[in-house]
């Protein structure tokens, strides 16, 4: 009588790695660092000449209903500087500062460390004790000017519905509120945020307003899971919105409906 074969002992089923974790996995370790450093170099590159070398009065960028969001809000036009001044100080501090972006341009223009696992190329740390890095800590009082610009985009799309008594729905128009809703989920779902909303709270039924408090910041935290695809996403929102204001302004002509 033949033996019986012993019966197969069942594997634990492993999912692959998917095409994204194998190309991911295949990238060499510097290609990260290097496209950070791109995107933020062109980035602050763009940011420096739309504010002071731009075409148009005093270099802003607006074309009929549509205002670029590197001028918004816009209190004037004329005077000894540019008006971006008095807005890119905030946005672009509140970024600078921003936990994610510290992260992102630590490791990728400082190598400071160039990736987890990886020592420290410094013999002495010293964290955000010393200046410059410590104005870092300013980040939390960056974020009441930055939610101000946020409302002002939030108002001037919702104008450019309006065009002298006609409801206008521009191309531009979709770009400006996208813009808007991208600046909204990365400045809202900001880590200031989300310890004001409820974060430094240890009881949420022992103060006034717990239960409000922390089903908002339940919300915050549900933005701030994703908080560095909000930063990148917005950040290009807000580029390409002002390139489209741009090319608005240099004449081409913007798709719309008016009725």
Same mark, same amino acid.
């Given at each position: 009588m033949a033996a019986e074969?012993?019966?197969a002992v069942a594997r634990p089923h492993r999912e692959g790695l998917g095409t994204w974790g194998r190309l991911r996995r295949a990238t060499p370790w510097w290609a990260q660092p290097l496209t950070v450093v791109a995107a933020l170099a062109a980035f602050t590159g763009y940011s420096i000449w739309t504010s002071f070398f731009g075409p148009g009065p005093n270099h802003v960028a607006e074309a009929g209903p549509y205002l670029s969001p590197f001028f918004s809000p816009l209190w004037w036009k004329t005077g000894p500087v540019t008006p971006a001044l008095w807005v890119l100080w905030s946005p672009l501090g509140f970024r600078a500062t921003c936990y994610y972006y510290r992260k992102a341009y630590y490791r990728s223009f400082f190598w400071d460390p160039p990736a987890c696992a990886v020592g420290e190329i410094r013999r002495r740390y010293r964290g955000e004790t010393r200046? #410059?890095?410590?104005?870092?800590?300013?980040?939390?009082f960056f974020w009441y000017p930055a939610v101000i610009v946020v409302v002002f985009l939030w108002i001037e799309a919702f104008e450019t519905f309006d065009d002298r008594g006609h409801l206008y729905l521009g191309l531009g128009t979709l770009f400006l509120l996208l813009n808007a809703v991208l600046l909204s989920a990365y400045t809202f779902g900001c880590h200031a945020f989300r310890h004001l909303a409820g974060g430094g709270?240890?009881?949420? +039924?022992?103060?006034?307003?717990g239960k409000s408090r922390f089903r908002l910041w339940?919300?915050? +935290?549900?933005?701030?899971?994703?908080? #560095?695809?909000?930063?990148?996403? +917005?950040?290009f929102s807000?580029?390409?919105?002002?390139?489209?204001?741009?090319?608005?302004?240099?004449?081409m002509p913007d798709p719309h409906l008016r009725f």
């Open positions: 074969a012993p019966p200046l #410059p890095l410590v104005l870092n800590n300013l980040h939390r709270l240890d009881c949420y +039924s022992c103060v006034r307003g339940r919300g915050v +935290s549900v933005l701030n899971a994703n908080h #560095p695809m909000w930063a990148w996403v +917005s950040m807000v580029v390409w919105a002002e390139v489209y204001v741009r090319l608005v302004q240099a004449g």
